[in-house]
């Protein structure tokens, strides 16, 4: 069983910047894949990033791709979302989720979700 918290998220202009980070709970953080989802409203939930089991793959939606930076430090059990550049279309509650695949990018291949953080871009 893994739990995940996520945390970082707020009001921020377009152009700013944030980092969401995904605390686990957990000695077997290491074993998972880890992503990160979005939903706007009135939208489907969207996968935006996530980073392989060994830290040695990423791979990103392309409305993302240059803007955000997806990593991990499985010392602390932790992953992070990095992102810059943000734009008004970013708005949206944004998800981390453990799957134990080597890399999953697809939501029915993760069986772990946190509550979510808020991410409001103003333009």
């Known amino acids: 069983q893994v739990q995940l918290v996520e945390s970082g998220g707020g009001l921020v202009q377009a152009g700013g910047y944030l980092r969401l980070e995904c605390a686990a709970s957990?000695?077997?953080?290491?074993?998972?894949?880890m992503g990160w989802f979005r939903q706007a409203p009135g939208k489907e939930r969207e996968f935006v990033a996530a980073?392989?089991?060994?830290?040695?793959?990423?791979y990103y939606t392309d409305s993302v791709k240059g803007r955000f930076t997806v990593f991990r430090d499985n010392a602390k059990n932790t992953t992070y979302l990095q992102m810059n550049n943000l734009k008004s279309e970013d708005t949206a509650l944004y998800y981390c989720?453990?799957?134990?695949?080597?890399?999953?990018?697809?939501?029915?291949?993760?069986?772990?979700w946190g509550q979510g953080t808020q991410v409001t871009v103003s333009s």
């Open positions: 989720a453990a799957s134990p695949l080597q890399l999953a990018l697809r939501m029915g291949e993760f069986d772990y």
């Open positions: 957990g000695r077997t953080f290491s074993t998972y894949c």
């Open positions: 980073i392989s089991r060994n830290t040695q793959m990423t």
